[in-house]
């Protein structure tokens, strides 16, 4: 089992940046895979970023590549987002998923854990 708790959310001007963290308690951290996504309002939550287990891989969607960095300290069971030059298409609900084992696949349903999320406002 594993909880997931994420925080560094808010209120950002377009091109701004801001640090998302996940924290994650529980067994085994070091054999998940984690990833984040996102839900904005009126659509399917979406695949941003994954970074794997073994090998810590980096995948990311296209829309988000060379703006965003995901980032793992397994020595505090930690998850980043550090999301830089964001625009107003980035606004939405931003969600931390563990995936034991996982190859950092960017499907919702591969995912056995999630957080509660943590809000994104990017504003003109």
């Known amino acids: 089992q594993v909880q997931l708790v994420e925080s560094g959310g808010g209120l950002v001007q377009a091109g701004g940046a801001l640090r998302l963290s996940c924290a994650a308690s529980g067994r085994d951290f070091n054999l998940y895979s984690m990833a984040w996504f996102r839900q904005a309002p009126g659509k399917e939550r979406e695949f941003v970023a994954a970074i794997t287990w073994r090998e810590s891989r980096e995948y990311y969607t296209d829309s988000v590549k060379g703006r965003f960095t995901i980032s793992r300290d397994s020595a505090k069971n930690m998850v980043y987002l550090q999301m830089n030059s964001l625009t107003l298409g980035d606004t939405a609900v931003y969600y931390c998923?563990?995936?034991?084992w996982g190859l950092g696949n960017d499907r919702v349903s591969e995912y056995e854990y999630w957080g509660q999320g943590t809000q994104v406002t990017v504003s003109s």
């Open positions: 998923a563990a995936d034991r």
